[in-house]
Structures are given as structure tokens and as C-alpha cells.
């Protein structure tokens, strides 16, 4: 219907800290919610916030520099957060988490986006 207006909120996960204070005191939506935690701990950060689970992730983690273990946990726990059918795009510089995200979402869809400062690989994948 047009007009009406679906409630939604875009929940930022950062641990920088510097960067989870700029954010904070820039915006002031009240949609926006940022928490500084990591984002391996995504499902009790939504449940903290009486959120359901999660129709869209969008992540730029180095997930090619991290620890294996971290990174499976950031992706296990994304993966978890997810209604079915929800949707993550994940976009890097390398294409190193690719078998990663494979493991945990099975197909991946790979692109790359040459008009992104740097030029980056967009991968793309469905609960
Ligand atoms: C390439 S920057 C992307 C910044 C911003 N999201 C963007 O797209 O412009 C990667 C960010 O991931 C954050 N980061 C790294 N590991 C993280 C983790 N486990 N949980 C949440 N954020 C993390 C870093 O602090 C950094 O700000």
C-alpha cells in the first residue's frame, strides 16, 4: 500500500571504538541502533534488543586476515541470526573467506564490483 510504513531497524555491530562514538553521536535515527560488541556475538545483541531475527546482513570484516576461529564464529553466529530466506553480502578485497562462507550457507554467489574504492569481491548468499 503506498503510503504505509514497515517498521525496521539497521542494527550497526562494531568493536572500534572510536568509531562506535562517532557513530553514535552522528545519528540520531532512532532505527539506527549501534552496538559495540563483536560481531560474533550477533544473536544475543538482537535478542538484547528485543529484535527478531535478521532479514538482511551487510559485512566489510576482514574476514581474510582474521583467525579461522574468529572468522567462523562472526559467520556461524551471522548465520544463526537469519530468518530463512534472509540474505547476507559480504564484500573484501580477496576472495579468501569464500570457502568459508560455502561451508556454513552452501552456495555462494561471487561478483566483482570494479566501481568500489578499492575494487572489491561481493559475495552473496541465502539462509
Ligand atoms: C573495512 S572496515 C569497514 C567499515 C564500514 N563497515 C564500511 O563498510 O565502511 C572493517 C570494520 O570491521 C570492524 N570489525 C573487525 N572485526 C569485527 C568484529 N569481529 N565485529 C565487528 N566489527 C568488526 C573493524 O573495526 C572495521 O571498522
Redesign the pocket.
Known amino acids: 500500500m503506498l503510503g504505509s510504513v514497515i517498521p525496521s531497524s539497521l542494527v550497526v ?4 571504538d572510536d ?1 562506535v562514538d562517532m557513530l553514535s553521536r552522528r545519528f540520531s535515527d532512532p532505527r539506527l541502533r549501534v552496538v559495540h560488541r ?3 556475538e550477533v544473536v544475543p545483541a538482537l535478542r538484547e534488543l528485543g529484535l527478531g531475527p535478521a532479514d538482511y546482513v551487510i559485512s ?3 574476514f581474510s586476515i582474521m583467525e579461522e576461529e ?1 572468522r567462523l564464529a ?1 559467520l556461524r553466529n551471522t548465520y544463526e541470526a537469519f530468518r530463512a530466506g534472509g540474505s547476507l553480502l559480504v564484500y573484501q578485497f580477496s576472495s579468501r573467506v569464500r570457502a568459508c562462507l560455502e561451508s556454513i550457507f552452501g552456495r555462494v554467489h561471487q561478483v566483482f564490483e570494479p566501481r568500489n574504492i578499492l575494487p572489491a569481491h561481493v559475495f552473496y548468499c541465502v539462509k
Open positions: 555491530i562494531e568493536i572500534n568509531f563483536s560481531a560474533a566489510a570484516i576482514p574468529d562472526v
